[in-house]
Antibody
Framework: QVQLVQSGAEVKKPGASVWVSCKASGYSFTGYTIQWVRQAPGQRLEWMGWISVGSGVTQYSQGFQGRVTITRDTSASTAFMYLSSLTSEDTAVYYC????????????WGQGTLVTVSS | DIQMTQSPSTLSASVGDRVTITCRASQSISSWLAWYQQKPGKAPKLLIYKASTLESGVPPRFSGSGSGTEFTLTISNLQPDDFATYYCQHYDSYPLTFGGGTNVEIK
């Protein structure tokens, strides 16, 4: 069965950076696009960016002002999200999601990774 | 950016009720709309895509309608498992955006 398993919770200080990983299984990793979405406490879901796993092409939300990078390791069936220059406003649950083949909506979600930014 | 506005933000209902949630887009998105259900501490779950197509495995008491800028999610015969928060998401263009959510709570 399709699974996306993310790395564990992180606590970071303001100004630091964080990596979150997302290991995929149960399907052809290179045949799909992986996207990243976050949810701050009590807030709506926010789109961050995507990577076409097969080609490595990426697109990011301008709202992150160049602070986000998404990469992948096809040999490990794992995608990564890197977020730099963290502030308290980046405290959120970060989800990796699989984009369907029918459009940019999401049929499988990782379990989420809580990133807490606090001094 | 396309703004997605959901209403109401909270909805109180009883088991067996029929409930309707509205999602409005700030510009036409044709039928490029998905609905998700989220329970506390869990990831969202896809319910409906292309405004009205039910995802495999989702009970038929869930239905979606609409096109252009106005969309609805209807849950008929509300079940205990349906008390959750529901989000709409457009996928007409980038950036993708989500509605603010509707919390369906027990009356």
């Amino acid at each position: 069965q399709v699974q996306l398993v993310q790395s564990g919770a992180e606590v970071k200080k303001p100004g630091a950076s964080v990596w979150v990983s997302c290991k995929a299984s149960g399907y052809s990793f290179t045949g799909y696009t992986i996207q990243w979405v976050r949810q701050a406490p009590g807030q709506r879901l926010e789109w961050m960016g995507w990577i076409s796993v097969g080609s490595g092409v990426t697109q990011y939300s301008q709202g992150f002002q160049g602070r986000v990078t998404i990469t992948r390791d096809t040999s490990a069936s794992t995608a990564f999200m890197y977020l730099s220059s963290l502030t308290s406003e980046d405290t959120a649950v970060y989800y990796c999601v699989r984009e369907t083949l029918m459009g940019a909506f999401f049929d499988y979600w990782g379990q989420g990774t809580l990133v807490t930014v606090s001094s | 950016d396309i703004q997605m506005t959901q209403s109401p933000s909270t909805l109180s209902a009883s088991v067996g009720d029929r409930v309707t949630i509205t999602c409005r887009a700030s510009q036409s998105i044709s039928s490029w709309l998905a609905w998700y259900q989220q329970k506390p501490g869990k990831a969202p779950k896809l319910l409906i895509y292309k405004a009205s197509t039910l995802e495999s495995g989702v009970p038929p008491r869930f239905s979606g309608s609409g096109s252009g800028t106005e969309f609805t999610l209807t849950i008929s015969n509300l079940q205990p498992d349906d008390f959750a928060t529901y989000y709409c998401q457009h996928y007409d263009s980038y950036p993708l955006t989500f509605g603010g959510g509707t919390n369906v709570e027990i009356k």
